[in-house]
């Protein structure tokens, strides 16, 4: 009974994560910069644009980070893709908070030398937990996981690729998410090794996608490919099992030591803080 418990109250947060709609939206010439008081960095852009994904009959809004010195360089950047783009930049269209993952990449390029741009995608709200789910769900219905996925591959890469200046090829292209967001990531890296060669796994919602254990047994990451899987403590007994679970086939399947960063850190919830508490090091 408490199992369920939890297990309902997980679900209503899982949803509850996509529920956050952004008031920036824009549907005029030029990409839009973040306004004057916002939490996003100047650096941060919405596509001008919300763009169609096919077969799913929807239009979804795209954020742009670029580094600090993008508009005085002539370098290409590596790209990384994450998922709930409304958590990332922003805390006002954040559900929870925000990753503030452009004030760590804006610092990691003045301290570290890293400079990438990060696409983040939007999530659909109330479809959030369909759209990431590449298996279909007995509660929530049909898995629309790889539409998803497709629509970033076919539409949204190419697109940045053409308008701004990045290394397209795979080992400079990265996925990144967290909840849902890290089992379609997990998914990704999988299914895509021609387009992702790292993926950035966090709190992965595997309990709502258990076939992932099959197809990274039946289907492993590329040699090369980087993963980085992370859990908190406190996110509850069943998202850490699973966790565990996956770490331990990850360990044993033929895959590179130095190709796989774990981290359980103890008591952390699920929240975009305890993500952006580890952002750096993950990317680093």
Not at 20 to 36: D, F, I, N, Q
């Amino acid at each position: 009974m408490i199992k369920s418990i939890c297990a309902m109250v997980l679900a209503l947060l899982l949803v509850g994560y996509g529920r956050a709609e952004t008031s920036a939206h824009t549907k005029v010439a030029g990409a839009t910069p973040a306004s004057p008081t916002s939490t996003a960095s100047p650096h941060v852009t919405v596509l001008p644009q919300q763009l169609t994904m096919p077969g799913l009959n929807r239009q979804r809004a795209v954020r742009i980070y670029v580094p600090p010195g993008y508009a005085t360089s002539s370098k290409r950047y590596p790209v990384l893709y994450m998922h709930d783009g409304q958590n990332l930049f922003h805390k006002a269209t954040a559900y929870a908070g925000e990753w503030g993952v452009d004030e760590t990449l804006d610092s990691l390029a003045q301290t570290q030398g890293l400079e990438l741009i990060v696409v983040g995608i939007d999530n659909g709200g109330d479809k959030r937990v369909t759209e990431l789910n590449a298996w279909d769900h007995d509660r929530f219905g049909k898995g629309e996981g790889k539409r998803y996925m497709d629509f970033i591959v076919d539409v949204v890469k190419p697109m940045v690729d053409a308008n701004y200046r990045t290394c397209p090829e795979r080992e400079h292209t990265g996925v990144m998410g967290s909840s849902m967001g890290g089992l379609i990531s997990h998914y990704s890296i999988l299914q895509y090794p021609q387009v992702f060669s790292k993926a950035g796994i966090f709190s992965p919602a595997y309990w709502l996608g258990p076939e992932v254990f099959g197809l990274t047994a039946s289907q492993p990451p590329a040699a090369d490919a980087r993963l980085a899987l992370y859990m908190g403590g406190g996110e509850g007994q069943q998202a850490v099992t699973d966790y565990q679970r996956m770490v331990v086939q990850m360990q044993r399947q033929p895959h590179s030591a130095a190709n796989l960063w774990v981290k359980l850190t103890p008591n952390a919830a699920h929240n975009e803080g305890a993500w952006r508490a580890e952002f750096a090091a993950v990317v680093m």
